[in-house]
C-alpha cells in the first residue's frame, strides 16, 4: 500500500530555513510526479510545489516562488522541500502527496498523501 | 488564478439524508482537471473524485460527482456518520493548482 511520511517540521525564526523529507513507499516513486500541500492552522489547504517523476520539471506557487526548491532522490525513494526566508505566514502543516501520473508538467491530482510535517514560524 | 468557491460553506443535515455541495469556478475549468477531496479532523485528505465525476479507489458509491464549465457538485446520495466532514473541491488550470475554501458538513 501506498505510504508517504513526511519529517523535518519544528519550530523556526524568522528569516531561518527548514527542510522537510518525505519517504514513499508501496509504489514505484521515480514513475510519478509529487507535491507538496500545506495548511494553515484552522485553514484552507494550498498546493506548493510540484516535480516531475524525474525531476526535470518544477512547478512552485507564487506564494513560495524564490524561497522554497522542491527535489527528489528517487535512488532514496524521497522528497524533499527546501524553505528558506521563511515567514509567519508559512506556519502550516505541509503534506507531501503522490500525482496519479509522472509526465504531466505541472502535475494532476493527489490521490495519495501523507500525514504531514508542522512548521512553525515564529520568534 | 481561477478562484473556486464552495457552497453552503457549512451544511447541516442528519444521517440518512442526501448532502450536495457546490464548487463554482471563476473562469472554465476542464473537467478532466476537477477533483473533491474529504478531510476528518486531525488527518489528510482523502481524494473521493477526480475527473469531476470519477471514483477514486476504494470510495463508496454513494459519493458522486458531476458538471462541467464553472459549476461542479459533490453529491452524497445517503448520509454515513462517518461522511461528517470537510469537503475541499480542486482544480488544476494554466495558473497552477487551486482548492475551494471547503464546505463543513456538520451533523443535525
Known amino acids: 500500500q501506498v505510504q508517504l511520511v513526511e519529517s523535518g517540521g519544528g519550530v523556526v525564526q524568522p528569516g531561518g530555513s527548514l527542510r522537510l523529507s518525505c519517504a514513499a513507499s508501496?509504489?514505484?516513486?521515480?514513475?510519478?510526479?509529487m507535491h507538496w500541500v500545506r495548511q494553515a492552522p484552522g485553514k484552507g489547504l494550498e498546493w506548493v510545489a510540484f516535480?516531475?517523476?524525474?525531476?526535470?520539471?518544477?512547478y512552485y506557487a507564487d506564494s513560495v516562488k524564490g524561497r522554497f526548491t522542491i527535489s527528489r532522490d528517487n535512488s532514496k525513494n524521497t522528497l524533499y522541500l527546501q524553505m528558506n526566508s521563511l515567514r509567519a505566514e508559512d506556519t502550516a502543516v505541509y503534506y507531501c502527496?503522490?500525482?496519479?501520473?509522472?509526465?504531466?508538467?505541472?502535475?494532476?491530482?493527489?490521490?495519495?498523501w501523507g500525514q504531514g510535517t508542522l512548521v512553525t514560524v515564529s520568534s | 488564478e481561477i478562484v473556486l468557491t464552495q457552497s453552503p460553506g457549512t451544511l447541516s443535515l442528519s444521517p440518512g439524508e442526501r448532502a450536495t455541495l457546490s464548487c463554482r469556478a471563476s473562469?472554465?475549468?476542464?473537467?478532466?482537471?476537477l477533483a473533491w477531496y474529504q478531510q476528518k479532523p486531525g488527518q489528510a485528505p482523502r481524494l473521493l473524485i477526480y475527473?469531476?465525476?470519477s471514483r477514486a479507489t476504494g470510495i463508496p458509491d454513494r459519493f458522486s460527482g458531476s458538471g462541467s464549465g464553472t459549476d461542479f457538485t459533490l453529491t452524497i446520495s445517503r448520509l454515513e456518520p462517518e461522511d461528517f466532514a470537510v469537503y475541499y473541491c480542486q482544480q488544476y488550470g494554466s495558473s497552477g493548482h487551486t482548492f475551494g475554501q471547503g464546505t463543513k458538513l456538520e451533523i443535525k
Open positions: 473562469q472554465s475549468v476542464s473537467s478532466s482537471y
Open positions: 475527473g469531476a465525476s
Open positions: 508501496g509504489f514505484t516513486f521515480s514513475s510519478y510526479g
Open positions: 502527496a503522490k500525482d496519479p501520473l509522472g509526465w504531466l508538467p505541472k502535475g494532476y491530482y493527489f490521490d495519495y
Open positions: 516535480i516531475r517523476y524525474d525531476g526535470s520539471n518544477k
